[in-house]
């Protein structure tokens, strides 16, 4: 029977020497893993913005090229159908008299068309360079901001605290703490 009261005395007291080591603990590093903490979350917290800034900041760009490129294409059909329709008239009036001019028109709005259809080529091929621009731009600042993560990241591993000096001090702690533990005298 002594011996299961002295179990029960040595759990108990191991108990409150447990909470005074997490109380010793939480008083020690508390601050600056809450510390820690709040700097991993304002990072977090920047990163996202950056990202999202990023993103929108693409997309009213892609909104802006493609409402360009609807313009300059609206722009060019409606010049066109404006050529097209003046060199009809053009045609009717000078169809009657003269066959071979007529011709010749005819062949001047062909021509008008390639160049319209040349000029679609070239504006594609802007969009394409662009976009390629863009994209480029996309993978730089993804790559930048990855860097910048890891430097941040890396900075605060250096900063944690040795966890063989921090075993070290807990030990010299428990020792006092159970009174094994004596200073040298002077």
């Known amino acids: 029977m002594a011996s299961n009261n002295e179990t029960q005395a040595v759990t108990a007291e191991d108990v409150r020497e447990g909470a005074n080591v997490d109380k010793i603990r939480d008083i020690l590093f508390g601050a600056q893993m809450r510390d820690y903490d709040k700097r991993f979350a304002r990072l977090e917290d920047r990163l996202i913005k950056d990202a999202e800034a990023l993103r929108e900041e ?14 300059e294409a609206e722009a060019l ?11 009809g008239e053009a045609v009717k009036d000078l169809g009657r008299e003269l066959r071979d001019t007529a011709k010749g028109i005819e062949k001047k709005i062909a021509q008008l068309d390639d ?3 040349a000029g679609q ?16 731009e996309i993978k730089e600042s993804h790559r930048a901001l990855t860097t910048a ?3 941040e990241a890396q900075t605060l591993r250096g900063e944690l605290t040795d966890r063989v000096a921090l075993a070290d001090l807990f030990s010299e702690v428990s020792m006092r703490l159970k009174k094994e533990f004596e200073l040298p005298e002077k």
């Open 149 to 151: 993560l890891n430097q």
């Open 77 to 87: 059909g409606q010049r066109l159908k404006s050529e097209k329709a003046e060199r």
């Open 121 to 136: 080529g070239e504006l594609r091929a802007k969009i394409l360079e662009q976009f390629k621009s863009l994209s480029t």
């Open 58 to 71: 693409m997309r009213k760009r892609l909104d802006a090229l493609e409402s360009f490129v609807k313009q």
């Open 115 to 117: 160049d319209f259809n």
